[in-house]
């Protein structure tokens, strides 16, 4: 390890010194060979291969995973990825990015285009006020974006880098005039002036009055960043105070991050009476592995409910209030994936009921121990979670009751279709009034159609890119990290 063929001098963003040491390429590949075979979860199903037959070191990685496939009939392993080290490093320490403060879903990449608002963050460009509205909202679709037609047009190279440029900025105070069409069919020219912006954890926090108690609801976007601790004890105390009797947990677009903090949230949650003397998640290594963590060469005690700040922006030790809950309501839809999947099956094994409104979430029992060699962080499946009643077989992720899904580990709750003609945590957008219905008479909607539910991005194949995101945003929002503030970190 750290034998490189290019070595690194100086510090990393966090001050570290690099350990990199004068090697090869070769070496490189050798490291990545072994570690696999140590590591892996699946390392028996991993066909070796010679590392003299390769050039590149990532195009090695690639091959170090199996090629089996779940019951579905989708790979085995669909999260083997890699990064550059400081992409990872500006990720999990909430590094500004350039931006509006929206996040756009590309549902169609080639004409007709079709690009839409998911959300907007409060205090940025995209919130800025127009005519005493939002410059964006919730579903308002991209017609124009510096005079070129995103809609049909973008022919040319040319007028496709402008599409890309004004909906993706890459630094802060550019400036780009788009037409806008609303949910509500009235379209406006604006203009967005890019900001250095660092994405809320907690996109937003509402009480919502009923006839039978006060309802809170948490938009919850990621675990990633070490804000997200902070974030999530602020919100929970604040509904405390407001005395909720039910929580609604959006995590339609929550891919994932830091499992501490997801241990976190579920004790907040469920309250120190259901978590005592339970764990949160006990992980399984490949079958060499025994009762010893491959990676860390320790032995492999299980993730508890973690009842006070860790360090990340809470203060170790530091106690945290609870809203000890017997049930929560969670939002889902595909992009509900990892640590997001990890609060469901964590709630699920201490008997909490969890109610799953909305669509079937991605399939991530699985996580890493991202590790960096040479400049280069590796993501390799290591374990798999299981709960305190040992069950962790969600390949195919979790769906409502009465969902269509075929494969999905079924649980209470409704299938429900992403709205965006209405704003997250507006009561009468379709998964939260879902929720409130079923808690009100424990009825759900008419479920959708075969094949229907949650839009998806469309694959990156076509003119323009497929997010609003930086590539190394949006794939580690698919990841969960193990990691406490002064040990390496481990992905989900």
């Known amino acids: 390890m750290d034998r490189c063929a290019v070595v690194r001098t100086g510090n990393d963003s966090q001050g570290r010194p690099f350990p990199d040491q004068a090697g090869s390429l070769v070496q490189e590949l050798f490291w990545l060979r072994s570690w696999t075979n140590q590591t892996y979860l699946w390392n028996a199903e991993v066909i070796d291969q010679n590392p003299a037959g390769f050039t590149d070191r990532i195009a090695y990685f690639n091959v170090l995973k199996t090629n089996a496939q779940a019951a579905s009939g989708k790979p085995k392993d669909q999260f083997h990825f890699t990064l550059p080290t400081a992409d990872y490093l500006a990720q ?21 285009r079709d690009v839409r608002v998911l959300y907007t963050a409060s205090g940025t460009p ?11 909202t919730r579903g308002a679709r991209f017609l124009t974006v510096d005079g070129v037609d995103l809609v049909n047009g973008g022919t040319t190279q040319a007028q496709i880098d402008t599409l890309n ?53 948490i938009l919850l976007n990621t675990f990633s960043p070490f804000s997200s601790e902070k974030a999530l004890v602020d919100a929970i105390a604040a509904l405390k105070t407001q005395g909720v009797n039910d929580v609604v947990l959006d995590l339609r677009y929550n891919g994932g991050g830091l499992l501490a903090v997801a241990s976190q949230l579920s004790y907040m949650l469920a309250g120190q009476a259901r978590t005592a003397g339970r764990f949160f998640e006990r992980l399984q290594f490949n079958a060499a592995a025994g009762t010893t963590n491959p990676v860390t060469g320790g032995a492999n005690t299980p993730t508890p409910f973690y009842t006070t700040g860790l360090g990340f922006t809470v203060a170790s030790g530091a106690a945290i209030q609870t809203l000890d809950l017997p049930r929560v309501y969670i939002l889902t839809s595909p992009g509900t994936c990892s640590a997001s999947e990890s609060v469901i099956n964590g709630l699920r094994g201490i008997d909490v009921e969890v109610v799953l409104i909305g669509g079937t979430t991605c399939g991530k029992p699985y996580g890493f121990y991202p590790d960096d060699n040479c400049g280069q962080t590796y993501f390799s499946i290591q374990f798999k979670g299981i709960n305190d009643k040992s069950f962790g077989d969600y390949p195919d992720g979790f769906a409502a009751q009465n969902s269509a899904s075929t494969f999905a580990v079924k649980i ?5 279709t992403d709205d965006l003609t209405r704003e997250l945590g507006d009561p009468g957008e379709a998964m939260l009034a879902a929720a409130l219905g079923h808690r009100a008479n424990g009825t759900c909607p008419t479920p959708p159609p075969t094949g229907q539910g949650v839009a998806r991005v469309a694959d990156d194949s ?5 997010t609003g995101r930086s590539q190394a945003a949006e794939v580690l929002r698919n990841i969960r990290d193990l990691s406490m503030p002064d040990q390496s970190g481990g992905g989900r």
């Open 92 to 112: 999990i320490t909430s590094a500004p990015e350039a931006g509006y403060g929206a996040e756009l879903r590309v549902f169609a990449n080639t004409p007709p």
């Open 126 to 136: 995209a919130a800025e006020l127009l005519v005493g509205t939002p410059k964006l």
């Open 165 to 217: 440029n004004g909906l993706f900025p890459r630094t802060a105070g550019e400036s780009h005039t788009f037409t806008v069409r609303y949910p509500d069919n009235s379209e406006r020219a604006i203009t967005l002036v890019s900001g250095s912006l660092v994405e809320a954890p907690v996109n937003r926090t509402t009480v919502l009055t009923t006839a039978n108690g006060n309802v809170g609801y």
């Open 412 to 416: 209470p709750g409704c299938a429900v």
């Open 462 to 466: 076509g003119s323009i890119a497929t």
